[in-house]
């Protein structure tokens, strides 16, 4: 049995206090560093090859990207200006044309026929100032939020580029989850999140999703 240990013994010397010991050491390979993300803008994808041209497709951001150049244009210095600068991480939630619509009629209680009647009526009935706050609701400064994020956000209060707002997030459904925004406005249906429109210029440092309702920092019934 000494015979045993004291062979058992060496068999450990030789092998932790020797042979392994005598090789060369290897150092652990390095973490590799997440890719750096790029710096093209939101107002970069939205207006590109055309698009934000009014048309007759209601499930596209025209109607968004116009406002977003309308208040540029009354307003250079508005912090909306951040959807510009693709150095600035931010995540934006943006409402499809049909959703503007659907806001123009319960203000005005009639469905304008067109992209341009549906823009031209909320200009008139909000005021530039008004739909300058409803987009800065619509951007999270300071944060890229992926959709496979925001599913595992349920519960988060996130705070938007409209100075004191935000916005909370609310996931439901196991199966097939859905991504919705409780905004301000009480009385009527909360935005979601449409699964087929995330992750819009994935990859850089502003990304986007399409959402199926306008977020309403306040009651905008007329």
């Keep these: 049995m000494m015979k045993l240990r004291r062979s058992l013994a060496s068999l450990v010397a030789v092998l932790f206090g020797g042979a392994l010991l005598a090789g060369p050491v290897v150092a652990p390979a390095p973490a590799q560093a997440a890719p750096a993300l790029g710096e093209q803008s939101l107002a970069a994808v939205l207006t590109a ?29 508005s912090n909306v200006s951040v959807l510009t600068d693709g150095s600035v991480a931010l995540t934006a939630f943006i409402p499809n044309d049909r959703a503007f619509r659907d806001l123009a009629h319960r203000i005005t209680h009639k469905w304008p026929r067109t992209e341009e009647q549906v823009f031209n009526t909320l200009v008139q009935k909000l005021g530039v100032d008004a739909i300058e706050s409803v987009l800065l609701y619509h951007v999270v400064p300071g944060a890229t939020i992926l959709a496979k994020d925001a599913l595992q956000a349920d519960g988060a209060t996130l705070a938007t580029a409209l100075p004191g707002a935000s916005i909370k997030v609310q996931v439901k459904g196991m199966n097939v989850p859905q991504i919705i925004l409780r905004d301000r406005d009480y009385n009527s249906p909360n935005p979601r999140v449409n699964p087929w429109q995330t992750d819009i210029n994935e990859g850089n440092l502003q990304v986007a999703h399409g959402i199926t309702r306008v977020l309403r920092p306040l009651n905008l019934r007329g």
């Design 49 to 77: 090859d055309g698009n934000g041209t009014f048309d007759n497709n209601w499930y596209d951001y025209d109607i968004v990207t116009q406002a977003v150049l309308a208040v540029l244009a009354a307003k250079p210095a």
